[in-house]
């Protein structure tokens, strides 16, 4: 809209372009204060306040009712508070938002194997919506640990105990290779840091050397 604007001169611009802008400008401010919402609920959660982190993430969804992030944001919050119901209509809302969220499909199946009847029919039933989701997630994602994980332990109560055993291999899998990655990715920024420091006292042989360590 302002490229658009400055494309044309001031005694140019009618009346609905500066509605336009004005109108832009309100949005942009409504997103930014969805943004900042969110960011606080994080503070408040890291300090325990898990009311102040739901009234923010709540005040976040009002300001921008179509962000599926601020929606399953505010879903896990209930959730992880005990308020499922409210928990569950959230994470649906931000699915039908972004049906391809992989998070959002792993923390609802999370929900369907703890959440829903105790009665024999129902609990299978919340099993089979359970695996339903954490199957789409981990499609969508095959190394998403966390999706892999879910999705063992939902198989395993769906007596698909082979499949479950199977995931349950892959995301120990999962979760020793991210450690591994983890380690290498600080000694390659130990490597890189020591390299700098040869360059700087002109050791550029050692620095040579070292930089080939770290790729």
Excluded: C, F
Excluded at 12 to 25: C, K, P, S, T, Y
């Amino acid at each position: 809209v302002r490229w658009r604007l400055s494309t044309r001169t001031q005694a140019g611009q009618d009346a609905d372009d500066r509605d336009l802008i004005e109108m832009a400008d309100r949005l942009v401010l409504l997103v930014g204060k969805g943004e900042l919402y969110r960011a606080l609920a994080g503070l408040a959660q890291l300090h325990l306040d898990e009311n102040k982190a739901i009234d923010l993430l709540e005040r976040a969804v009002r300001t921008t009712l179509n962000n599926a992030a601020a929606h399953k944001a505010l879903g896990r919050a209930y959730v992880e508070n005990g308020r499922d119901a409210e928990g569950y209509a959230e994470l649906v809302i931000a699915l039908l938002l972004d049906p391809d969220d992989v998070e959002a499909l792993t923390v609802l199946g999370r929900w369907h194997l703890t959440a829903g009847p105790e009665e024999r029919d129902g609990a299978g039933e919340n099993v089979a919506r359970a695996v339903e989701a954490l199957e789409r997630a981990v499609s969508l994602d095959t190394a998403n640990r966390l999706a892999v994980q879910a999705l063992a332990g939902a198989l395993i109560r769906a007596g698909r105990v082979d499949e479950g055993k199977q995931r349950l291999q892959e995301s120990e899998r999962l979760q020793a290779q991210a450690i591994e990655d983890d380690r290498r990715a600080k000694a390659a920024a130990v490597l890189r840091l020591n390299a700098e420091m040869q360059m700087a006292k002109g050791d550029h042989a050692g620095a040579v050397d070292t930089w080939r360590q770290s790729l």
